[in-house]
């Protein structure tokens, strides 16, 4: 897409990643997370379409086009060799980015990629717009409430839901203070930030990975939750298999969204991993043994 590609800045260290996060998600509800990078880093945190003025979900083609929106950004900002982070949808972008133009990154981390179970993700390759528009994803993404009285209506919402049962009261305070924007002529009253629309929209539009996986160029490191329920066993068995040269570290207690459950662990483990990179020295490539010297 043309034009200026938004996106925040947190912290003012001299050598910058990049963060891509999760469908629904704007960069500031990561705060716990990037807090903890910040003191080393500047964190670059990319805002996808859904959070331009005017944007329309049915402009976008696939997640290439989010890809591609990242490529612009590093572009624009004649950024190359950066390190990215990336949650969900964020991690696969990052991940189609680097393939296309691997001279802008040096350092790849996804978390919670969405790589469907190859099978599923063949059958998914395969199936008409019309079938993907009704899926179980899109469908509770369309009926999802999107405004209420006041943020702290919002929250009380959010807090009984079981996505987010594992956050602490204040990575939700975070995602209600970015993630939600106020109705003009109905202060106090809020609606989300990122339209339910949008999130269906992308949600319609999950790629076949399997495809695309081998043609990184370098050792990645991929972070699991103990409890998701979007990176399957079968998926994980699989990435380990297809590169045993990535560094697959599945955090304990954890669900998809690990960087608002689990942000201080999740940043020491990122931390040790771009800071060893940077140092030259070798990134323990068992995932086992990864965990135990963070004591995840």
């Known amino acids: 897409m043309a034009g200026f590609i938004p996106f925040d800045v947190y912290g ?3 050598d910058a990643v990049l963060f891509s996060p999760a469908n629904g998600y704007p960069p500031g509800a990561y705060r716990q997370f990037i807090d903890h990078l910040t003191p080393r880093f500047r964190v670059l945190g990319v ?31 004649n950024i190359r060799k950066i390190s990215a982070i990336g949650h ?16 802008r990154f040096e350092k790849l981390v996804l978390i919670e990629p969405v790589f469907l179970p190859p099978a599923l993700g063949a059958l998914n390759r395969l199936a008409p717009d ?22 702290e209506e919002a929250f009380a919402h959010f807090r009984q839901k079981s996505v987010f049962a594992r956050w602490p009261d204040e990575s939700l305070w975070d995602f209600i203070h970015c993630g939600l ?14 339209p339910r629309e949008w999130e269906a929209r992308i949600y319609a539009t999950v790629p076949y990975i399997w495809s695309d996986l081998p043609r990184v160029d370098w050792p990645l490191l991929g972070i699991r939750g103990e409890h998701s329920d979007t990176i399957v066993d079968s998926a994980w068995k699989k990435w380990g298999k297809m590169r045993p040269q990535d560094r697959l ?35 323990d490539p068992d995932p086992a043994a990864a965990a135990k010297s963070l004591d995840v």
């Open 181 to 194: 924007e106020e109705i003009p002529g109905r202060a106090p009253a809020v609606t989300l930030a990122y």
């Open 88 to 103: 969900s949808l964020g991690a696969v972008a990052n991940m189609l980015a680097a393939i296309k133009e691997p001279e």
């Open 249 to 283: 570290v599945m955090l304990e207690g954890a669900g998809h969204m690990i960087p608002m459950e689990k942000p201080a662990e999740l940043a020491r483990l990122v931390l040790d991993y771009l800071e060893a990179s940077a140092a030259g020295k070798e990134t």
């Open 12 to 14: 003012e260290g001299e």
């Open 47 to 77: 805002r996808h379409r859904a959070l331009w003025p005017e944007s329309r979900p049915e402009d976008l083609a696939g997640w290439q086009d989010v890809a591609d929106d990242t490529l612009a950004l590093l572009r624009q900002r």
């Open 130 to 151: 019309r079938l993907k528009r009704k899926s179980p994803l899109v469908a509770v993404a369309l009926n999802r409430r999107y405004e209420w009285d006041s943020p």
